[in-house]
């Protein structure tokens, strides 16, 4: 029969290809049940493979074909209970089930697979000796091996082999786990030979060699005549990385030539003369299995299966003629293959859907015809449920992303010579597809972190009266529509005083900052970028990709990533982040007219000022406006303003302020990164889930939106970025200041250090403190008394010349120039063994408070701050930078 | 010799008769209500929403650097495919779809104002008007390159 049609094909492979999938578990679990066989179980593999040969038969596929034969007799046998599924026969099984998966993958030329090895070893488990006559007629007889291209053989050999070592280097690492295994030792035991096998016989004689060094450790390791240990497991591993590195030249160029395994065959053949007793009773075990490489049936298989595998009676050809019928009745096909590509439509459809029913129920709010309003409800709720199942459709699980972690952790584990167990809880937590594809690198990250800098070495562990092995958890789980990942070590922590002392002399904070923190603000410092306490840069860590790129790239899907630690027993790292992006919740907002959405996740608190709360909640903080949140100073964005520059002038001004009296202000408070700022729109519409839609390449840019949507009504409304906006509004350069001076408030409030402050103003509302103790008089001179010095205004002071610093002129204050008091108030102050005077509009009052500032509210090199004493919001001076301003003088005068 | 001619659907802005490749353009709408976005560069327009899908609206206008249309000439869209999403480009009135032969291509003329210059291909030389074809890719393309702050700092 010709490989006719192209369409039967391709729907025979997604039809195996599944059935094959579902193959390994169920062999696993009849593996599982033992003597005890599940006639269901061992049905439902059966028809598969019936199924298969079937097909394949029909489509002229004839290498599939015996190869499903072969498998469909072990299962006969296994239904008849004449065989009892040992884990050579189930591993053989599967062995022979993966070959037919890349088999059928390579439809087109499976007919030059070499099936034989495969078909032999399946024949072990035939309960007679003799090869019982094929029951399907559509089967032709296997063509002999010789007749196969050598470069088709080859390129199957490539693909088995990367398959069997995807699986032996699994098995390594579970192994490691469980050096006891004896099944595990035999899987890896029987790749191994298989690779030697297949090189032998393509003549690939530099990979024969590796394996069959390999080959020979291993058959010591299996017969207890070494033990199974890290360094083992590790030669090994490199052996499996070694053998790639092989397979990649062979199909590079077609030969083995140029491959070199010497110095990993020299490892192995030292390892195996160090821990064995007797070397030389062990080769010979190993030898005969070596010397056949065609044909690769272990060498272990007969012994084993000996006492399993009695002669019976053959296999009985009734049972298979009746299994079609059952094959195509029962429910054993439940899952179907859906191309992304498709499941994404479905999404945008949905989405939609979304937005058509979001506009229904807008109109349905000014109707009373209730028919339609019930109507439009039904539509409402078959909407939302139809957009979960199709959101879940693209869940996948994350043990997906974890299922490289074990082989990360211990490969880095044993270079950096530490014992590391990992654990894992929730694989199962699922989130949507693009979610799963952005955490994957954060994640690993912060994996590696844990292994490299979290977890200790097994000495300083015993030491620390710890167990020697770490243990590196992974959890995850749903909670309030969000997943939450957490990442545990039960190693050192971190050690907050190296991190306080990095953060000093990379000069992310001041010292003096840094020793007023606590102990978990000094955590989140590692979160900054260009922060990395590694002492060394090892191979591991320290390559630049550091805990801030991590935090963006979690903040950037929407997640939060939290940091706890626990001096001397671990670091716990959580994470939250959205189940799915493409539908969010989302405060709709008026703007200059237009309508923004703003993601909810963002979002913290609406506060509403009406009336006279407008003029007393708004204040300026050196022209910037900011609104008092609970006593905690929240600085304001306009959003007209920030999304049309050339406004300025009509927000956030004390003049624009007092206008606004009769007006209502809507803050919307907002965290970005740890920041909060308060967000003034015009009107709070509602809130809304929104499909979030990309935006046009013209616009990417444009950091201020993340996306749009569109609204019930059918117009496009822009979803704002609130990070981006609090980066293009300035904001967020403070960003470090204020995770700080949340710190440094706290810290503050909490001690019982009073100061002694001067408060002075300049005659409009802004109010100034400086210290006390940096002042040394207060003066007044006459305005006529001033001089010139250099061009500086200077006044003679008990013999000296003292120059003046005009503070409203440092901060432009609203006192004309040139309608100048009289008398001035002078603030002398000394500065670094100089004098200054400070010239003031009043002194208003001395107070005792608890000088708590918010550095994050520094507009002005001037200032120090921004807190708030009498309940006022007051400046706090820098007396340092403002004497800089009488700089001038300094040549002149000396004190 | 249907290989040496191509269909163009051709269109006015201003002065200009313009003409792009038929296979380019999605549709060709009525003036639809935009939504404008703050601080993008001056070309772009707004937001369509068209069908559900979320088209950028380009004036050609602007980006020919045409006079402005007057406040009461509502424009027309000539949406064209720019990979996942459309592009509307904004222009006076729509033409026929024309059929050229290639013969008649010629670079673009040196008369034409540096401006345009960049943004077309060339000219048809039809029997009693000229034709110039759009390079919609550069139309499309160099509005990335002005930013938004670029534009606002140009304002």
Redesign the interface.
């Known amino acids: 029969m010709e490989l006719a049609d192209k369409e039967l094909i391709a729907e025979f492979v997604v039809e195996s290809q599944e059935g094959l999938a579902k193959v390994e578990n169920q062999m696993l679990a009849i593996e599982a049940a033992g003597a005890n066989i599940d006639g269901d179980l061992v049905n439902a593999v059966f028809r598969t493979m019936h199924s298969i040969k079937g097909t394949a038969g029909f489509l002229g596929l004839a290498r599939i074909g015996t190869l499903a034969h072969g498998l469909e007799e072990v299962l006969n046998n296994l239904r008849n209970r004449e065989v009892v599924p040992t884990s050579e026969l189930v591993t053989s099984v599967l062995r022979a089930a993966d070959f037919m998966k890349g088999l059928i993958d390579a439809v087109e030329t499976s007919g030059d697979a070499d099936i034989e090895p495969f078909v032999a070893e399946l024949q072990q488990f035939r309960p007679g000796a003799e090869t019982a006559p094929s029951p399907t007629a559509t089967i032709e007889p296997p063509v002999a091996a010789a007749a196969v291209q050598l470069s088709e053989a080859v390129r199957e050999f490539l693909v088995e082999c990367r398959d069997n070592l995807d699986q032996m280097e699994h098995d390594l690492v579970a192994l490691e786990a469980a050096p006891e295994s004896e099944p595990l030792l035999r899987n890896i035991f029987r790749t191994i030979h298989t690779v030697k096998g297949g090189a032998g016989f393509l003549g690939l004689s530099a990979l024969e060699r590796l394996a069959h060094v390999a080959e020979n450790l291993l058959s010591k390791l299996r017969d207890g005549q070494r033990p199974f240990n890290p360094p083992t497991a590790s030669i090994l591993l490199t052996t499996v990385d070694k053998c790639r590195e092989g397979l990649s030249l062979v199909e590079a160029q077609g030969s083995d030539n140029g491959f070199d395994p010497q110095a990993v065959v020299q490892q192995l053949l030292e390892l195996e003369i160090s821990g064995a007793p007797s070397p030389a009773g062990a080769a010979p075990a190993a030898s005969p299995a070596s010397t056949a490489p065609p044909t690769p049936p272990p060498a272990s298989a007969p012994a084993v299966t000996a006492p399993t595998a009695p002669a019976k009676a053959p296999v009985a050809a009734a049972p298979t003629a009746d299994s079609p019928d059952k094959g195509h009745s029962a429910p054993a096909d439940t899952t179907i293959r859906v191309d992304v590509a498709l499941l994404d439509k479905l999404m945008t459809r949905v989405g939609e859907l979304v937005l058509a029913r979001n506009q229904i129920l807008q109109h349905t709010s000014n109707l009373e015809d209730s028919a339609f309003v019930s109507t439009a409800q039904r539509l409402n709720l078959i909407t939302t449920e139809l957009q979960e199942s199709v959101m879940k459709t693209r869940m996948q699980p994350i043990g997906n992303v974890w299922a490289k972690f074990p082989r990360v952790v211990r490969d880095l584990a044993s270079q950096l010579g530490k014992q590391v167990r990992i654990e894992m809880e929730g694989k199962e937590t699922e989130l949507d597809k693009t979610i799963v594809e952005a955490i994957k690198d954060p994640l690993t990250h912060l994996v590696r972190n844990s292994v490299d800098h979290g977890i200790e070495t097994p000495e300083k562990r015993v030491a620390a009266g710890k167990p020697a092995e770490g243990v590196l958890s992974l959890r995850a789980f749903h909670e309030g529509g969000q997943v939450n990942i957490e990442i545990n070590d039960d190693g050192a922590g971190l050690n907050i005083e190296r991190i306080r002392r990095k953060a000093v002399e990379r000069g992310l904070v001041s010292a003096d900052q840094a020793t007023r923190m606590t102990d978990r603000e000094v955590s989140q410092l590692i979160m900054l970028p260009g922060f990395s306490t590694a002492e060394q840069v090892t191979s591991v860590s320290g390559r630049g990709v550091g805990m801030d790129v991590v935090k963006t790239n979690i903040e950037r899907i929407g997640g939060m990533i939290d940091l706890q630690s626990r001096p001397g027993s671990g670091t716990t790292v959580k994470i939250k982040i959205p189940l799915t992006l493409a539908i969010i919740p989302a405060l709709v907002v008026t703007s200059d007219g237009d309508r923004y959405a703003i993601p909810q996740v963002s979002l913290l608190e609406l506060v509403r000022l009406e009336g006279e709360q407008v003029e007393r909640g708004i204040e300026y903080v050196h022209g910037a406006p900011v609104h008092r949140l609970r006593g905690k100073l929240l600085p304001l964005l306009y959003l007209a303003e920030q999304l049309d520059p050339t406004k300025k002038a009509a927000f956030g001004t004390e003049a624009a302020g007092s206008c606004q009296a009769d007006q209502v202000v809507n803050i919307v408070v907002l965290r970005a990164n740890d920041r909060q700022f308060g967000l003034v729109v015009d009107k709070v519409n509602d809130t809304e889930e929104i499909v979030v839609k990309p935006l046009g390449r013209q616009l990417k840019n444009l950091g201020e939106y993340a996306g749009a949507t569109i609204m019930g009504d059918g117009t496009v409304a822009l979803i704002l970025d609130v990070m981006g906006l609090a980066v293009s509004s300035g904001l967020a350069g403070e960003m470090r200041d204020q995770t700080i001076a949340g710190g440094i408030n706290s810290e503050v409030k909490a001690s019982d250090e009073s100061q002694s402050l001067l408060i002075v103003d300049l005659g409009d509302a802004r109010r100034f403190a400086l210290p006390t103790s940096m002042v040394s008089r207060l003066e007044k001179a006459q305005s006529s008394a001033v001089e010139y010095a250099d061009g500086r205004e200077v006044i003679q002071y008990r013999g000296a010349i003292l120059p003046l610093v005009r503070l409203g002129q440092v901060f432009g204050a609203s006192t004309d120039g040139d309608k100048q008091p009289d008398e001035l108030q002078i603030v002398v102050y000394a500065e670094q063994g100089r004098s200054y005077g400070l010239v003031v509009n009043r002194i208003v009052d001395v107070v005792d408070t608890q000088l708590g500032f918010d550095p994050q509210a520094r507009m002005d090199d001037n200032l120090l701050g921004t807190t708030v004493i009498q309940q006022r919001v007051t400046d706090v001076l820098n007396l340092r930078n403002l004497a800089r301003h009488a700089a001038g003088a300094r040549r002149v005068f000396a004190n | 010799m249907k290989t040496h001619t191509h269909q163009l659907c051709t269109f006015h802005v201003d002065q200009l008769n313009l003409g792009i490749n038929v296979q380019q353009v999605q549709e060709v709408i009525r003036y639809q ?9 001056d070309a ?1 327009s ?4 068209l069908r ?1 899908q ?3 609206a ?1 004036d050609l206008r602007c980006r020919l650097g045409l006079a402005p249309r007057g406040e009461n000439e509502l424009p027309m869209n000539v949406v064209v495919r ?6 509307s480009l904004l222009v006076d009135r729509i033409g026929d779809v024309v059929e050229v032969d290639d013969e008649l291509f010629e670079p673009p003329p040196a008369t034409v104002h540096k401006n345009v210059r960049g943004l077309i291909r060339g000219a048809y030389k039809l029997s009693d008007r000229l034709l110039l074809v759009l390079d919609t890719a550069r139309v ?1 393309d160099e ?2 390159a002005r ?2 702050t670029e534009a ?1 700092l140009a ?1």
């Open positions: 209500k935009m939504t404008r976005v703050p601080l993008a560069p772009i707004g937001l369509i929403n559900g979320i088209v950028t380009l720019d990979g996942e999403n459309g592009v499309l509005c990335d930013s938004g606002r304002s």
